[in-house]
């Protein structure tokens, strides 16, 4: 059982950064793939990027590769998410998620969610 906390969300210029964290409980981190992902109301649930336990491999979606970074550090059980080159259609809550798989390239099986931060970029 892993609890997910977010933070760091908020309302940003196009063209600027944020960057949300997420605080994970549990005593087994690195055992767990952490995602991140982003929903806009009236819209399913869209998979942004993941990590796996190590911290070595990552994968993007790719609307967002090359501008978002996803990192963590397994001795505060965090993992965030850099985003840069904000756009407006970044604009959504996003969801940090966890997985007890390997399998960090696909976007499905996240058993373990956040409650959401809301991001909004303005044009």
């Known amino acids: 059982q892993v609890q997910l906390v977010e933070s760091g969300g908020g309302l940003v210029q196009a063209g600027g950064s944020l960057r949300l964290a997420c605080a994970a409980s549990g005593r087994t981190f690195t055992s767990y793939t952490m995602g991140w992902f982003r929903q806009v109301p009236g819209k399913e649930r869209e998979f942004v990027a993941a990590?796996?336990?190590?911290?070595?491999?990552?994968y993007y979606s790719d609307s967002v590769k090359g501008r978002f970074t996803i990192s963590r550090d397994n001795a505060k059980n965090m993992v965030s998410l850099q985003m840069n080159s904000l756009k407006p259609e970044d604009t959504a809550v996003y969801y940090c998620?966890?997985?007890?798989?390997?399998?960090?390239?696909?976007?499905?099986?996240?058993?373990?969610w956040g409650q959401g931060t809301q991001v909004t970029v303005s044009s």
């Open positions: 990590i796996s336990g190590s911290g070595g491999s990552t």
């Open positions: 998620a966890a997985k007890m798989s390997n399998l960090y390239y696909r976007t499905t099986g996240y058993a373990y």
